[in-house]
């Protein structure tokens, strides 16, 4: 059920199925089609496949095979141009990935990679099609498992919500103990600073907080199932849909369900205290309970305290923000 975001080039990734932004002759017209066709092992095969299939309409989607990448299988998706969609293009680009990532579900693959369809030459912006990709992702997602990860190939590509970034940023300003200069451009980047004089004021850094974490991880054993058990008789959350609100695929939270000597990840009790709807209080206890740092000195953990403040539970929201601060993401893969 995981749905994940990554830097990475998409002819590269290793999954069932990549989905590219293809020209309606299904030929390489520049940009992503181009660069799969450098990228495959055997681009006359992949061609001469194309040219039997002949034609794909706007909105719609072809199936391939990928003659020669990490992924066995392509899916050429054909995005509308936003100038000649009028006031419809949002509409024709959110049918682009419903159709896309319906045709990987209906194929049976178990995991794709879904790129920004239509920010190249077909003018759609990188905030909307990163959104639409989001939410027809989380909209398959509700209903069927697969394993979805949203690949982008600069991290500048990847634009969220202008104005949660600036929010998140300012509460990060505010709450975040191991920097004291926390430098905000334009773009809402950012600079840690004075890590010396906090480590000096016996204040950890969050290397060694992450350091701590992992070394608790290993040595300290806990009845995960038993404080589970009690997190979710104290929610109003049905458990039925537990893991997929918590971003967690589903044999894997079996294991975590079931297995007492199972040690979950700091990623896996984050997602969660998200998931369960829990107060930042009820969160602290939960961390502390599964023997991980419940403090201000960790920024992942800030940020997802900032979404628990204002009663945000979505996993795939928090975690685009994660993805952007460049912190680890919330959720598990078996």
């Known amino acids: 059920m995981p749905l994940f975001f990554e830097e990475n080039d998409i002819t590269k990734v290793s999954c069932d199925c990549i989905i590219i932004s293809a020209d309606v002759s299904l030929k390489p017209t520049g940009g992503m089609s181009t660069a799969v066709y450098d990228a495959v092992k055997e681009p006359k095969k992949l061609a001469k496949e194309c040219e039997r299939i002949g034609f794909c309409g706007g909105c719609e989607c072809v199936t391939t095979n990928s003659h020669g990448l990490n992924s066995p299988y392509i899916i050429h998706s054909v995005a509308p141009i936003f100038a000649d969609s009028k006031n419809r293009a949002e509409e024709y680009l959110a049918l682009c990935y419903k ?3 319906g045709t990987a579900g209906y194929k049976g693959f178990e995991s794709v990679a879904v790129p920004l369809i239509g920010t190249g030459k077909k003018g759609f912006s990188k905030e909307m099609s990163l959104r639409l990709a ?26 969220p919500d202008g104005k949660l970034i600036e929010d998140v940023t300012n509460y990060i300003n505010k709450n975040y103990t191991q920097q004291k200069a926390f430098c905000c451009t334009n773009s809402f980047t950012y600079t840690d600073t004075f890590t010396q004089a906090v480590t000096f004021a016996g204040i950890p850094t969050e290397s060694e907080v992450k350091k701590v974490d992992a070394e608790a991880a290993k040595t300290e054993t806990v009845d995960f199932p038993l404080i589970l058990k009690s997190a979710i008789k104290n929610s109003s959350v ?97």
């Open 99 to 101: 159709n896309a990532i």
């Open 134 to 159: 989001v939410d027809a992702a989380q909209n398959y997602l509700n209903k069927f498992d697969m394993n979805i990860t949203i690949v982008v190939h600069h991290k500048a590509s990847f634009q």
């Open 238 to 334: 049905k458990q039925n849909k537990l893991y997929r609100k918590a971003n967690i695929e589903k044999n894997a939270f079996a294991r975590l369900k079931n297995n007492s000597g199972k040690q979950p990840t700091k990623e896996a009790v984050l997602a969660l205290a998200a998931a369960l709807e829990m107060t930042v209080q009820q969160a602290d206890k939960f961390l502390t309970d599964c023997r991980y740092s419940a403090d201000n000195s960790s920024k992942q953990y800030v940020i997802l305290k900032y979404f628990l403040e204002k009663g945000i539970y979505n996993v795939n929201i928090i975690n685009q923000m994660l993805f952007y601060f460049d912190e680890e993401q919330l959720g598990a893969l078996i």
